[in-house]
């Protein structure tokens, strides 16, 4: 969807017209409806769970008329009952001056066992009916992959070589600091938080990782609604957000082949071989692709073909790098780097359809299912998670806020600007959330610790904007201004999203 | 892909440039190099058969990291390799002046048991591996659902009611004829082609039904290739095959009704429930459809919400059918009732995008698997079964084409176009196949007349151009003009479409 299509999307908070509450109101009265209506076709036309073996049983897909197109019911079912929720979570967030998607973590959290399907237990049924779950699982991570896909396509290295000293040594320092400050705190949390049989040198890693990420497209959506894409904190902030982007995912990688391989020499082979393959898919992969572009240009390849050409490289290169024991994420984000996102460029229109609907349908699975997964009732009662908890978001905010400010401060920026780009940095929303989910699948940490760095991410993203606010750096009002909306080709590629 | 990205696709063979086979050197080739790498791939990276639990173990897809991915690239291939080959047949199909389904079914004939797997087993975990069937089957099922809707949405009420008595009268008889000779020849057939523990009354309906369908997508196709859609030929054939195409899907749900049903009291209650459901459907459903899509011009829905609703709509009336006994495309048939093709229209534009995408991925992989359901070796080697196919091919084409061109000059047309008529109606394409698949999982026919009832359809469909041209009635040089292009709204739709 367009700008133009949705003008009320385009502020943090509407300004004139009807109170802010308004806006909810229907949304919230159709989503009642059309769950009541789903509660009840679910119940009532669909049969019994005992005669329901859906998509888990082979025979029940491919024998008989009768059965797949109940599987095909409740999973569409599914789908639209947890799109729909997160829409709405996704906008109260915006209405609440927030990016969109705290809004549906927290609709994932108020599904999942800490709220909702802690109290009726029945409630599961609808959103992530048993017969329909492998589907959905699977459905959900086709989203992330194709967020990463997408996440990789508009990573613009250009733009990152063209930014000076300044951003080099912000960009460091920002990963640096709270990377060791994270190292360090798993000295102490290692215990609570570490996965049984995990290493402290991998879990020491992952957790300095998780300390040092910024969300770079939540950067990109913060940037742009507070007025600052043409500012020079605004550019310097996406810089040194792209570079930590880089970074990180290096180190995840080496977490992760630590941690898959046995020994330390089976790691050293894995990150070779990861980075050879990186190298080969780039340097090799990036001419061939530009070229087999060039050639459906010339010969009309018709939409579905371009289709099929992007999801198979997405979906194999996220294959390759999770048969290497990295994570599937990294293959999805190389194979993303492979078709940059060109303005005008036909393949890119294909790709930002594909994102677009991604963003609002699977991508929502994803983070309702984390979510779900997420037990705040399993935390709250014992102190000593809590007071890691407090320990890991202190350790995060200063690491990140004060490492970065302070090396901006001495390479020369004002106070304001400096902390100002040390409180953008500090955002960690979708990327976190992502990199949090992977230690989870591959054992580096815990449910309890995921638990914990889940609301850790959430935290930090969510007090970006009043701190932006209380620095007085934000430029709201002069947003509307037609200047701001064409900023930067990076910021003008986030801008369309609704979901970052 | 509209007209204009594909020039070539407007004309039933080239006119003018290099010779038709170039054309096919190349998608050949690159076919050719595409399945080697797939091959390649899924031998090589993906591990054995017998640790791919993929997607029918629900272990497999909930639990770890590694399957998902394994999983969705297995399917993405199958999917990519189908509609390759699809494309392919379609696409030589169109070279050799026929229409694209035929080749699709042909290519699937050749993957089908008939040929390539009959040969070479191992070809089958290429195009359907074991690991991926249970998904593969269920998006086939959603191509053909989508596919009914789609047909739905295209169907001209208006149209077929502003026609005159002659399409009345012709129509009528068009159906009726063949219907009573097809019904007639299951005297015959009885023993050869009914399903075990069929009755004769229900498998006398649907091969009655069977032989006198009239393919509406395709004779669409055919009349605008032709030249003929402003001519009165073209625009009655169009109106005839509508009016055909409501009462074979009568026709069809009384047999599934009567077979479903143990006994007549059932049978009739199926029929009434069905008409029922049907009446308040249209009655009740179109105008909330319509007050919904206003609604949701006005709220400015996003395209996502929309394409949800579409699928929501379809697939709950086709499980909605499903249940009451008679088939899925039912439902799907009466969803797209309710959301008619409107010119400029924003749903009718997601439709067509929804409806685009499918004809290329989904609806192949259905097509497909029929030509892979059907063994012809089993067939030549039997007196008996090639003796029973050659009667029902005589009985249909004599049945429709006779019984419409005799109505049609007894109604006062002249001979020739009488016989035009008649040559026309008899091409029964895609909606022949769809009704044989439900006939086939309905349990009215075995896999022996599916495969006779297959090929008839096939020849009557590939008959109905040289036949054309025989009879002189062919106005393929004057298609070229412009005026031809914007011809009447039903085959307006039909046009931009490449498959039927």
């Not at 789903?38 to 025979?59: R, Y």
């Not at 959905?136 to 733009?159: P, T, W």
Request: proline content about 6%; glycine content about 12%; aromatic content about 6%.
């Amino acid at each position: 969807m367009t700008k133009a299509e949705h003008p009320r999307a385009s502020g943090r908070s509407p300004r004139g017209g009807p109170p802010a509450w308004r806006g909810v109101v229907w949304p919230l009265l159709i989503s009642a409806v059309a769950l009541g209506a789903l509660i009840a076709v679910l119940g009532f036309g669909l049969g019994t769970p005992e005669d329901l073996p859906g998509a888990a049983s082979p025979d029940a897909t491919t024998g008989g008329g009768t059965h797949p197109s109940e599987t095909i019911l409740r999973v569409t079912c599914a789908l639209a009952a947890v799109a729909a929720v997160a829409a709405l979570g996704g906008r109260l967030a915006r209405r609440l001056g927030q990016p969109p998607v705290i809004g549906e973590i927290a609709a994932g959290l108020l599904l999942g066992p800490s709220a909702l399907a802690g109290l009726v237990p029945a409630s599961t049924e609808v959103f992530f009916p048993e017969s329909a779950r492998p589907l959905l699982s699977l459905l959900a991570q086709v989203g992330l992959i194709l967020f990463m896909f997408a996440v990789g396509s508009e990573f613009d290295v250009a733009e990152l070589r063209r930014s000076g000293r300044v951003v080099g040594v912000v960009s460091q320092a920002s990963m640096v600091v709270p990377f060791v400050l994270g190292a360090l705190s798993a000295l102490v949390v290692y215990r609570e938080f570490a996965a049984d049989g995990i290493g402290f040198i991998p879990f020491a890693i992952f957790l300095g990782t998780a300390m040092s990420i910024t969300a770079f497209p939540v950067l990109a959506r913060i940037v742009q609604e507070s007025g600052l894409a043409r500012r020079p904190l605004g550019t310097m902030a996406m810089a040194c957000a792209a570079a930590c982007d880089v970074i990180a995912w290096c180190t995840l990688a080496l977490a992760m082949a630590v941690a898959g391989s046995g020994g330390p020499w089976g790691a050293v082979g894995t990150v070779l071989l990861a980075a050879a393959v990186t190298v080969v898919v780039l340097r090799v992969g990036r001419p061939l692709v530009r070229a087999a572009e060039r050639w459906a240009d010339r010969a009309q390849v018709p939409v579905a073909a371009r289709v099929v050409f992007l999801l198979l490289l997405a979906f194999s290169l996220a294959r390759l790098t999770d048969v290497m024991g990295v994570h599937a994420i990294f293959g999805a984000f190389l194979a993303g780097l492979l078709v940059p996102h060109r303005p005008g460029n036909r393949m890119t229109a294909v790709q930002t359809g594909i994102d677009s609907l991604n963003r609002k349908l699977l991508l929502p699975l994803f983070f309702v299912t984390v979510g779900m997964t997420v037990d705040l009732t399993a935390v709250t009662g014992r102190a000593g998670l809590l007071l890691a908890g407090v320990l890991v978001l202190v350790v995060a905010v200063v690491g990140k806020l004060a490492g970065t400010a302070v090396t901006a401060r001495s390479a020369g920026l004002p106070w304001r600007t400096s902390l100002g780009l040390g409180v953008l940095l500090n955002a960690r929303g979708v990327t976190e959330i992502v990199v949090l989910r992977a230690g989870l699948e591959a054992g580096l940490i815990n449910q309890n610790a995921f638990t914990v760095l889940v609301v850790m991410a959430v935290v930090t993203t969510v007090m970006t904007g009043p701190a932006l606010d209380l620095l007085k750096l934000s430029h709201r009002r002069t947003s509307a201004a037609p200047g701001a909306e064409t900023a930067s080709p990076v910021t003008g590629d986030a801008k369309e999203k609704e979901l970052v």
